[in-house]
């Protein structure tokens, strides 16, 4: 509501007082125009921005279902032509410009992988041999992050499931495990260093437990010995440095290239080959 206040004037001459109407200061119809199109501009420029970013995002996992899609016929690298390598490697160049230059987030890193594709000559030969001889298998391959409380480092245990039919479980008879440890360098770049080697988890076939303690004879003390020896059977070995065998092994660069939710892509620094691993359920060792 517009008011107006009454104000005398007293001219010179002392006469009358004439009284003027004054009204006060109201935006006018171009000023609330402005003021209009400022406060339509900020909330258009609110809603452009989460429609960029869930167009981003959409993208992002659009790219990622293209690349599981590339890799899911190669037996995790195994089989694959140089024209599927080329796709394999642009899609995943692609996906590492989202999070290029951001530093990695070690909570987000925290917990198992499980290995979909690598190019690291150092597990295709564990594939090749599995393919080339009837007595070796290689089931899942997994990397396990602890790091969820720490500042510039934690753990990495490479885990290899393997087995030897007839004589252990399918696929997952026996536990080949590579601990490191791995240190911070740069906003993507983790150190490890390497620190044991050990054979685990042990799990014998139902035709080996039959041979060692068949089930329709009386089980002896010695046969149930030796099936309690077999399944919680532990070798280790301490990685030293060939060079000098009272220090550790001089490990390598890790890049961590992309890291989400549900993916995770890095490369051995050094031509060792790239990784995609996808977040697995974690287990215990």
Same mark, same amino acid.
């Given at each position: 509501m517009n008011m107006a206040f009454a104000t005398s004037l007293y001219p010179a001459t002392g006469k009358r007082p004439i009284f003027k109407i004054i009204k006060p200061f109201t935006r006018n119809a171009a000023t609330r125009r402005n003021f209009t199109v400022r406060r339509n501009f900020s909330c258009s420029a609110t809603v452009a921005t989460d429609i960029t970013a869930r167009v981003s995002e959409f993208d992002i996992e659009n790219q990622k279902n293209d690349l599981l899609r590339l890799v899911q016929d190669t037996q995790r690298g195994l089989v694959t032509t140089p024209d599927q390598r080329s796709c394999i490697e642009e899609a995943i160049v692609s996906l590492e410009g989202y999070t290029r230059g951001e530093s990695v987030d070690l909570v987000l890193l925290d917990g198992t992988w499980r290995l979909q594709y690598t190019s690291a000559p150092d597990v295709l030969v564990l594939f090749e041999s599995a393919a080339r001889f009837p007595f070796f298998q290689v089931g899942q391959i997994f990397q396990k992050f602890e790091c969820r409380d720490q500042s510039d480092g934690g753990v990495i245990r490479n885990v290899v499931k393997w087995s030897i039919p007839t004589l252990l479980e399918e696929q997952e008879g026996a536990t080949l495990l590579v601990s490191a440890k791995f240190n911070v360098v740069s906003a993507r770049n983790i150190y490890l260093q390497f620190e044991e080697i050990s054979i685990q988890n042990i799990r014998i076939s139902e035709e080996l437990q039959a041979l060692v303690a068949p089930a329709l004879l009386p089980r002896s003390f010695l046969s149930l010995q030796i099936l309690q020896f077999i399944r919680t059977f532990k070798a280790q070995i301490p990685v030293r440095n060939p060079g000098d065998p009272g220090r550790r092994s001089v490990g390598g #660069? *890790? *890049?961590?290239? *992309? #890291?989400?939710?549900?993916? #995770?892509?890095?490369?051995? &620094?050094?031509?060792?080959? &790239?990784? &995609?691993?996808?977040?697995a359920q974690p287990f215990d060792l």
């Open positions: #660069l *890790y *890049y961590l290239s *992309y #890291l989400d939710h549900n993916m #995770l892509l890095g490369r051995a &620094v050094g031509g060792g080959g &790239v990784f &995609v691993f996808t977040r």
